[in-house]
C-alpha cells in the first residue's frame, strides 16, 4: 500500500482504533449464547468440476467450463474458478443455481458465462459448518443450433482448400494425431511449403445482434488466424477474427492440445451487407523451412435458432 507519512499515520490511528473496538466488542459479547455464536458460522457449497451432455447431433461433450457461477435462490453469490468451496451465509433450504462460465477467445481476461450451456439447479440444505457437494451437469439450451465437424465420417471433411494453399486438410487417424475418437483434420507444411488456407461451404445464415460462437479442440506449432468470410453481393470478403497461439510445447496445455471458444458476433455484427458466412484457418510460415502443422477436432458453430 502506497500511503504519504501523514496518511500513514491516519490508517494506524484508525486500524488501532479498530482493533480496540474489536477487542472489547468481543469481550462484551463473549458471554452471549452459544446458538447466536453458531449462527455465525457458514456452510460450505463444494464444487469439483461442472460436466457436460448434450445431445448426440451436437457433437462431442469435451468442454473447458473453468468457473462456476453460483446462484442462491436467483441471487448470484460470486463466480469462482473451478474447483472450488464457497462459504455460504444463507442458511437453511435454498434453490441453488449454477452456471458454466468459459474464457472467451482463450483469454483469462475474459471470462463470461455461456450464454449456450443450461442452468443447473438443485434444492439443498445448509447447515452451519457442513460442506455440501454438488455434481453439476449442464448440455445446450433447446433453442441452440449446433453445427459440428468432429472429423470421424470416413468419406470426407466439411471443409474445402484454396487454389493457393500448398496443402490440404484431411483426416487422420494416426494415435498421436487424434484428440478423441477415430479422426482428426490434419495439414502441415514441409520444407518449401509456405501457406495454408481452409474454408467450410456452408453459407450459413448467422444472426446478428446475437450470439455466435465457435468452439473446437486444436493443436499447433505456428501462429494459426481463424476468420469468417462473410457472402456479400459484391464477393466475399475474409476477415481475421482470432489468432492462436502455437500449444506444442505449452506446459499448460494437456499433451499440446486446447479447448476454445471463439466469439464471433461482433465481426457477425460488422458485416452489415451479408447475413450468410463460413469460417476459415489459415497458417502462413515466416520461414521456408522447418515443418508446420495444425491438428484440428470437434469444430463447432453454436448459435441460436
Known amino acids: 500500500m502506497n500511503i504519504l507519512p501523514l496518511q500513514k499515520t491516519r490508517f494506524l490511528k484508525h486500524v488501532y482504533l479498530s482493533f480496540s473496538a474489536l477487542l472489547i466488542s468481543t469481550l462484551f459479547f463473549s458471554g452471549c449464547s452459544k446458538s447466536k455464536q453458531e449462527a455465525t458460522v457458514p456452510a460450505y457449497l463444494r464444487i469439483d468440476s461442472i460436466d457436460f451432455q448434450g445431445t448426440s447431433i451436437q457433437g462431442t461433450n469435451n468442454q473447458n467450463i473453468t468457473e462456476a457461477w453460483i446462484f442462491i435462490d436467483s441471487d448470484l453469490q460470486g463466480i469462482y474458478d473451478l474447483p472450488c468451496e464457497v462459504p455460504i451465509l444463507a442458511l437453511g433450504s435454498r434453490e441453488v443455481k449454477i452456471r458454466g462460465g468459459i474464457k472467451r477467445n482463450g483469454m483469462g481476461t475474459s471470462r463470461v458465462v455461456s450464454p449456450f450451456f443450461s442452468t443447473y439447479t438443485e434444492q439443498l440444505t445448509f447447515e452451519p459448518g457442513k460442506t455440501a457437494l454438488v455434481k453439476p451437469v449442464v448440455g445446450y439450451f433447446s433453442d441452440v443450433e449446433v453445427w459440428n465437424e468432429s ?18 486438410l484431411r483426416l487422420t487417424n494416426a494415435p498421436g494425431e487424434v484428440f478423441e475418437g477415430y479422426g482428426s483434420g490434419k495439414a502441415f507444411l514441409p520444407d518449401g511449403k509456405t501457406y495454408m488456407k481452409f474454408f467450410t461451404n456452408l453459407r450459413k445464415t448467422l444472426p446478428k445482434a446475437n450470439p455466435v460462437f465457435m468452439e473446437l479442440n486444436y493443436k499447433c506449432n505456428d501462429v494459426v488466424n481463424v476468420g469468417l468470410i462473410a457472402h456479400e453481393a459484391g464477393g466475399d470478403i475474409s476477415t481475421v477474427v482470432l489468432y492462436l497461439k502455437p500449444t506444442e510445447n505449452d506446459p499448460l496445455i494437456k499433451n499440446g492440445w486446447n479447448k476454445i471458444y471463439i466469439n464471433l458476433s461482433d465481426q457477425i455484427n460488422l458485416s452489415t451487407a451479408s447475413t450468410q458466412f463460413d469460417i476459415f484457418f489459415e497458417l502462413r510460415k515466416q520461414s521456408s523451412s522447418g515443418t508446420s502443422y495444425m491438428l484440428l477436432d470437434n469444430v463447432k458453430l453454436v448459435y441460436p435458432e
Not at 472429423?151 to 490440404?168: L, P, R, V, Y
Open 151 to 168: 472429423f470421424e465420417d470416413a468419406g470426407g471433411i466439411q471443409f474445402s482448400t484454396t487454389t493457393n494453399s500448398d496443402t490440404t
